[in-house]
């Protein structure tokens, strides 16, 4: 089903920005995923930081691959520049995009499976290039869009639709991110809105990669454990007239992270998921520290900014391209002769 364009209609009350635009100019078309899905909280955290930065929607640059997390550009900044890439293959496009033109504001939206699973060595060379993007994950554990099989950030014991538990060991898309020299590192929780927004304002003004995984509820196959994520509890227990999955509307899940401490978040199905803030004393730029604290609580989800390096060249800075985007330079510029080039190639000689 294709999006729907929303009414134009402005409220005179809505506040203005510094560049004298109102939220409702950084919206974009009316979601088509399910009713209370946690990638739509995310959409709304998207549109209030660049609101609150003040971007320019034609100065944005919007890509996405496959999945149901790579529709959320489609539901922001309408006039902004998009390109919807193959399976996996959104770094990739990113990193050209970003080559050739320096002066836009990336924004990769991606999911579990889309990032971790076939565009996986695609996000580590996107990482190790240092490109400068906000690359968000929408991590709900499943693929979605096909049905919620497994992908590979499903938990150890997760049960998927028909029942059955994974028994391979996740990736965790922070501890990979760390291990090959990410700058950027941070994980919040789709319904906490007052932590996502910052994280998200901070992860645009990077100097090179940020990487912000997001866990995500997925209202109809986000299977964990033990708990009914799934419609296979759903059928135990009822009397089937006719054979129709139907996804039924729900709320979306909000909840609020102290600045230290532990927040237990109910999810759709009764299941709970622990989230928990860093503590106060935590230093986000010693990369072993990071590491380390990852791995001594994994029993709960860590959320915040886990780790950060601005000292990092970023994929212009390493390769000394122009101060101006590429696609601005004369044609004599970009292409000097075959003097000049024959030249070059004696230095490889």
């Known amino acids: 089903m294709p999006s729907i364009a929303k009414p134009i209609a402005v409220h005179p009350s809505l506040h203005r920005n510094a560049i004298g635009l109102n939220l409702r100019d950084y919206e974009g078309a009316m979601s088509t995923l399910c009713a209370g899905c946690g990638h739509d909280s995310i959409t709304a955290a998207l549109i209030r930081a660049l609101w609150e930065l003040s971007i320019e929607p034609h100065m944005i640059a919007k890509l996405s691959g496959i999945g149901c ?4 550009p489609t539901y922001f ?8 890439s193959a399976h996996g293959r959104m770094a990739a496009i ?25 565009g996986l060595g695609h996000l580590c060379h996107a990482i190790r290039r240092n490109v400068k993007m906000l690359y968000v994950i929408e991590n709900n554990g499943v693929y979605g869009l096909t049905k919620g099989q497994f992908s590979a950030s499903a938990d150890v014991g997760s049960k998927s639709k028909r029942g059955e538990a994974n028994r391979m060991s996740p990736i965790d898309p922070a501890m990979l991110a760390l291990s090959i020299g990410a700058t950027f590192v941070a994980r919040s929780f789709s319904g906490d809105k007052e932590q996502l927004v910052p994280i998200l304002k901070a992860a645009i003004a990077h100097r090179g990669f940020a990487l ?16 009914t994520k799934s419609y296979l509890y759903t059928r135990k227990h009822m009397q089937r007239t006719t054979e129709a999955d139907f996804v039924p509307p729900a709320s979306e899940i909000l909840a609020t992270i102290g600045p230290s401490g532990t927040t237990t978040v109910t999810m759709h199905d009764g299941s709970v998921v622990r989230f928990s803030a860093v503590p106060k004393d935590y230093d986000p730029t010693d990369r072993r520290k990071v590491l380390n604290y990852l791995q001594e609580n994994q029993s709960s989800i860590a959320t915040g900014l886990l780790y950060v390096d601005e000292t990092v060249a970023n994929l212009h800075e390493m390769n000394g391209t122009p101060a101006a985007a590429l696609w601005s330079l004369p044609y004599e510029k970009l292409c000097p002769g075959t003097a000049a080039l024959r030249e070059l190639q004696e230095d490889y000689r």
């Not at 997390?69 to 959320?72: C, G």
């Not at 900044?77 to 919807?84: D, I, Q, S, T």
């Not at 990113?94 to 076939?118: C, H, K, M, P, Q």
């Open 69 to 72: 997390s790579s529709k959320t």
């Open 77 to 84: 900044v309408n006039g902004a520049h998009g390109f919807n």
């Open 94 to 118: 990113a990193t050209g995009a970003n080559a050739a033109n320096r002066e836009l504001t990336y924004i990769g939206v991606s999911g579990d499976g889309d990032s971790l699973s076939i």
């Open 212 to 227: 912000v995984d997001v866990i995500s509820p997925c209202v109809t196959f986000n299977d964990h454990n033990g708990s």
